[in-house]
């Protein structure tokens, strides 16, 4: 798999360095480079050999003329191949750990190119296609394209499937003088007895044939020698070129890329599965934002099938994919660590930002996907410009009316408030959203109506060790010291994080701040929440606590990108983009 990229003066891309995941999710806005990032593995994976005829002046930064690099490390490194050495000019068996590219300008101001590779050995070898062809690499498009991938040549999904086919199906003893293994024998003489005179019956065929060859001779007749064509049913070259895929419904037959752009693109993600559960530890796919055309079912049975296809009981085993994506339904809060953030600006460029933060032990990371399993709302974090963290559903419904008092609605500002399933997570939602610099703030209940004061402590105490009270009582006293004890954990673990400005305590709770009645189900608060909200005729009349904390997260939109504390795992410090 690709360990590690390192991209410079591509697209948009400035300058970056980043060690991808098995499963990369590349999430940003629109035309912030996800796609070039992608495109970059295509230069140096893809159909085309990277040559100076793939690059013009718009692939520069900038349209500067400063060296394109494009560079990759694999992990474990490539099969053997045959490479020429840079340094003895001879040709060696080479296993590669790393591809250098480069596109420059020569001294005539023209584009030109070179490939390298880096030995596991640490010699340089001049790249050849061979050993591109060892790390077998497909490239989805957002224009699907399912007719190109369905013809058969080396580097479509269907040509790539069944090379391997056509490979086997050619293995065993030649016979006799023939050169043909039995496979071949057996085919070309069906073909030749049995279908290809079935094929010759019509008499358009017949006339077809007969001047074909005709006008061939007489215009090859002083030029060549010994030299004529064949109509044959099936072809030598490749066995299996001329299979199609047909589409099948009521017992009628029919091409499936003439059907609905839902079903063509099914159909491609199948082969797309298929590929890479055929090559296993070997596939590299790359693909444009697979939820085009895909119901949220079906995105999410997806979802599934890419985990499964980068899983692996075997270290290091396992497809390598890489997708860019808009949806929700392709991230997964609790596997944070494969999401690969892209932002650009004008000053830096496109960057990627990935979390570096470690949980704690197994149980932190169980929590965790217990609380944001199946919930996209939760996972959205990933593609907001900046969060606002809150305890539970009433803040959630009620606080986007204090946004559009504001002037600022939640949607038009890239802002999502994340309902955190209670108090105690949030911390988890704080320490993942400041792993990967996505703005926040966070507002919590300080609960202090079920805190006791020092003295009504030791009395709760001395009672519970005394024979004075009842089961009951006892139950009811235990349930209050409990509670009180709950309390202090939880609002300490929030302040233990130490971000005082980006948090807020609203005492005792949402409700007594805002004025609202607690009842005890759960949409009457909702409903009082939304109906007091709703009856303020400005933003003066929200109160003051939920003023400063929509203050303060709108002002964090205003800060220039780049400010923040950035996190690259794996590289030094020196290597931090900014």
Known sequence: MISRIKIENFRSIKDFDFNPPQLCTLIGANNVGKSNILKALDVLLGEAYPTNRAFDRNDFYNFAQNEIKINIWFNPPSPTCRCKSKETKEYEDVRAKAFYFKAFYSDENQIDTS??????????????????????????????????????????????????????????????????????????????????????????????????????????????????????????????????????????????????????????????????????????????????????????????????????????????????????????LSNYKEVVLVKKDKEHGTKVFKSDLELNNGNEREELKIITEFNQERNEVFFARRVLLVEGETEKHALPEVFKLKGRPIDENGISIVETGGKGNIPFFIRILSSMDIPWVAIYDTDSDFLLPKSKLENLRQLLGSQKIGVTQKRMLKRKLEKHKETVRKNQAIKNLGYEEQIFPFDPNFEGVCGLPSPREEWKKIRNARNKFREYTSYEDVPEELKNAVEKLLNLLELPFGLEAHHTEGLEDQDVPF
Not at 117 to 146: C, M, Q, T
Not at 299 to 308: A, K
């Open 115 to 332: 490939f390298d590779v880096e030995g596991i050995n640490g010699r340089l070898y001049w790249g050849n296609n061979n050993i591109r062809k060892l790390s077998p690499f497909v490239y989805i498009h957002a224009g699907r394209d399912l007719r190109r991938q369905l013809s058969i040549s080396e580097w479509t999904l269907l040509g790539k499937i069944l090379k391997e086919a056509d490979r086997e199906f050619r293995e065993g003893e030649k016979i006799g003088e023939t050169e043909l293994t039995q496979n071949e024998l057996d085919l070309k003489k069906a073909m030749e007895e049995i279908v290809l005179p079935i094929l010759k019956r019509p008499q358009k065929y017949q006339e077809l044939e007969s001047s074909l060859l005709k006008n061939l001779q007489d215009q090859t007749k002083d030029l060549l020698e010994e030299f004529t064509l064949e109509l044959k049913p099936y072809t030598p070259l490749h066995y299996y070129k001329t299979l199609q895929i047909l589409g099948k419904e009521w017992e009628k037959f029919f091409g499936v890329t003439e059907m609905g752009s839902g079903i063509q693109n099914l159909i491609l993600l199948a082969l797309f599965r298929t590929y890479a559960e055929l090559e296993k530890e070997n596939a590299i796919l790359a693909i444009e934002e697979p939820e085009i055309c895909l119901h949220p079912h079906a995105e999410r049975q997806l979802y599934r099938i890419f985990r499964e296809l980068t899983r692996s009981e075997e270290e290091d085993a396992g497809a390598q994919i890489f997708y860019t994506t808009h949806s929700s339904n392709f991230v997964d």
